[in-house]
């Protein structure tokens, strides 16, 4: 098993940056993809951006040049740095990793946390 504990939830103004943490414990061996995802009210959980454990990295278009991703694997934590938020950005964000069991892939979630965007 593999828990991931999100951290960096808050209320921001339009324009406004903000950084979510996600630290991985567990069974963390064999972890081939980190990311988040977001689900704001009504609308369906998507994809915000992955880092691969080979690097490799991928945004959804509505925040590519706004999102970073980063990872640290010493840490075995994930970022996601945000700047020029929007009120679209509202949401609950999750953290996600996948990890290789037996030739499958097996999904993991965090508990989500609360980003705002608002004046």
């Known amino acids: 098993q593999v828990q991931l504990v999100e951290s960096g939830a808050g209320l921001v103004q339009p324009g406004g940056s903000l950084r979510l943490s996600c630290a991985a414990s567990g069974s963390i061996s064999s972890i081939v993809v980190m990311g988040w995802y977001r689900q704001a009210p009504g609308k369906q959980r998507e994809r915000v951006g992955i880092?691969?454990?080979?690097?490799?990295?991928s945004y959804v278009d509505s925040v590519k040049g706004r999102f970073t991703i980063s990872r640290d694997n010493a840490k075995s934590t994930v970022y996601l740095q945000m700047s020029n938020l929007k009120p679209e950005d509202t949401a609950v964000y999750y953290c996600?990793?996948?990890?290789?069991?037996?030739?499958?892939?097996?999904?993991?979630w965090g508990q989500g946390t609360q980003v705002t965007v608002s004046s």
């Open positions: 996600y990793a996948a990890k290789l069991v037996e030739d499958v892939l097996v999904d993991f």
């Open positions: 880092i691969t454990s080979g690097g490799k990295i």
